[in-house]
């Protein structure tokens, strides 16, 4: 069947077309069920990724990506760099300490280490985040579940997230600390940290983008993951257009906090100063 | 306020390096395997935020997020294990007369001061600054800071998330001493932040011994 070159040619063709298992559908308007109100020319990124697995993806500022936890086992360990100047990412020390507040969850600012909002958590229906414990390792993964590679079962997170990094250009020292979501942590009074596990199937999150970002998402167990088995399940990633939904948060940001309003006017000032003096502003 | 008079080494050693580091000054050493660094908090609550390199390979680093999801605990005290992005160790805590060091609130920048405080303290000395230009005769430069220690600055978290820098625990000549598992760079910032109370308001000195144990 494979013996030439023509017949390993069709052969190859033969397979397209499927829609088994997780995978990323191609626009991402022909995904088949957009979300309420969002119309379907307005998708840009439609992708489902299994537990052990990786993607990621330029977006553009004013996108709003929304992850779900489809059957309440995912956990989706996120990194952000600047898409213009990737040297500037996201800062969890900053991101826990501006707002005075170490829990993720709805107006929270992902802030970098630029005095800016890369993104902001505009809705939640799990309130099981992560900024504390950050991502997976080789080490970690390998004494817990037998191996840690990215070609083996239970691949850590900052293994898949590294893969992410080198495909734009960047690399390890790039894969700075994380946030995750879908697997909650708590800190007790003394400082001990405890696991709270997930929200269950069907949980989400959407971020909304201020500034043009490479995302990049690792599926994979929570380092704390209660579990003594590697058994992740699929997240499912949506992206729109939503300009209107960063003018009206651009709106509350004094609302929001003084903290996050000035790190929206850093914001704003950097994309307005690069804009071009003429032709289309859009 | 006043210093100890002459600090000394938290353990027991030949002494192999002793410097003090000047208020909102940069400092670095590598402290070989083996070998015990003591910190002196020379005039009580001030903030060393610290980063660690391997000396032979500066693609290890300290990771905050390794740090606490191994020991499963925000602070550290003797015991502690400093831990790299993989997770393996580089320096541990040996002894400590605080009992309570930060691990999540990173380091002061110019830009964050800008969001914290107002856009009036944008000219301000701030830690990175300090982190940039000694980890630069290192050939590190910005993609290779990330989220540090601090000695002897104390942020509680809330049950219900808050958090913040609140006044110290430490005192006039409360040290802590860590031991090298590698061979390692450390990279600090004797903060100057004088708009929270992570110095006091008033950044110090602090000394930085390094001993050898006796054969």
Redesign the interface.
Known sequence: MTATTTAARDHARSQAGQHDGPMPVVPASAWPNPPAGVDADALVWAETVPGGRYTSKVLARGTRLRLTDLDGRGCAHLMLWRADAP?ERL????T???P????LGVDHPL?D????VLATIVADTSGRHDA????T????NTARYGDGSVHSDSPAG?ELLTLAALKHGLG???????VSFFHGV??D?????VPTGNAGPGASVELLLHLPLIVAVANTAH??DESPTFDTTTIELLAWRAPADLAALAARAAEIGP?YD??HR?TEDVHAAALPTEGNLA | MTATTAPAPLVPGTVILDETVAPRGPWSAIVAAGDVLTIVDLYGNQAVDTLFYGAADT?I?Y????T???Q????LTTGSVIRD????PMMTIVADEVG?HDT????C?Q??????Y??HTRHQHAC?ENFLAEGAKYGL????????VNFFMN???D???????VDGLSAPGRRLALRAEIDTLVLVSNCPQINNPCNGFDPTAVQMIVTRPEA
């Open positions: 040297w800062n969890i020390a900053d826990v300490k501006v005075w507040q170490a829990y802030l280490d630029q005095g800016r504390l414990c950050g991502t390792t080789a080490v970690g900052r390890p020292r790039d894969v700075a600390p994380t708590r800190a009074e003394d400082g001990t940290l380092p704390l903290e000035r790190a850093n | 693609t680093r990771s905050a997020q390794a606490i999801t191994a499963r605990s925000l602070f992005q993989e997770g393996n309570n999540i609130g990173g380091a920048s830009e964050s001061n800008t969001l914290r107002g856009h990175v430069g910005k993609r290779d800071l990330v989220g540090n942020v509680p978290v049950p219900d998330g808050t958090l913040g820098i």
